[in-house]
Structure formats: C-alpha cells, structure tokens
C-alpha cells in the first residue's frame, strides 16, 4: 500500500487546512485510515483515525472538536479538515493505513508526510 499525503502549507492561526491522501496498491485489504504528527523535538502522536464504513472515528485529545477525518472510498481517499488552527499544531502530518483501527500509533503502513505551519 502506497500513501501519498497533499494541502499541507502555511495558514494563520485560527485558519484552516485540508489535508487529503490518496491509496493506491493493495487497497482491498486496508479496512483503516488515519493521521498521525511530528513536531521537531517532540514525540510522533495519534491525530484522527476512521474505520473502512466511516462509521467509526476517533481523535487525538488536542485536535478533537477542531479537525474532522473523513473518506471517499471509490477514490481511496481519506481527508483531514483541520478547523480553528493553532501554532501547537505546526507539525509534519503523515498519513496512515491498517488492517484494524487503532487510535495510537500502531498502524500497518506509514505515507510521506506533509508539512503544516501555523503561524502569523
């Protein structure tokens, strides 16, 4: 499975951004999606995941009532609409894939990742 992240960028705090990612390879047997970030010196953390149906997400404590994670899956594409911005939220923001729905870092496939900046 082959991930490629998109709409990462530089956006004023309290802006928004969507970030989309496209599956391509052995997509029929991944069930999940989801997104992951780094920040520099800081720890990689969990930031929305979705089941195959959509009829399950879940997100990171910091990002929740802010982002939502959605998908379209006749497209294999999973977004990420990220609300109400922050500086703290200034990270490289990967996407990920599985064979079940984890809502912390344990996931079968990693994509590049995609730079966000929060700043003004």
């Known amino acids: 499975v082959q991930l490629q992240a998109s709409g990462g960028g530089l956006v004023q705090p309290g802006g928004s951004l969507r970030l989309s990612c496209i599956a391509s390879g052995r997509t029929l047997n991944v069930l999940a999606m989801g997104w992951a970030r780094q920040a520099p010196g800081k720890e990689r953390e969990f930031v929305a995941g979705i089941s195959w149906s959509g009829g399950t997400t879940g997100y990171g404590k910091s990002v929740k009532d802010r982002f939502t994670i959605s998908r379209e899956n006749d497209v294999n594409t999973v977004y990420l609409q990220m609300n109400n911005l922050k500086p703290e939220d200034t990270a490289t923001y990967f996407c990920?894939?599985?064979?079940?729905?984890?809502?912390?870092?344990?996931?079968?496939?990693w994509g590049q990742g995609t730079q966000v900046t929060v700043s003004s």
């Open positions: 990920l894939a599985g064979h079940n729905l984890d809502f912390g870092l344990v996931w079968d496939y």
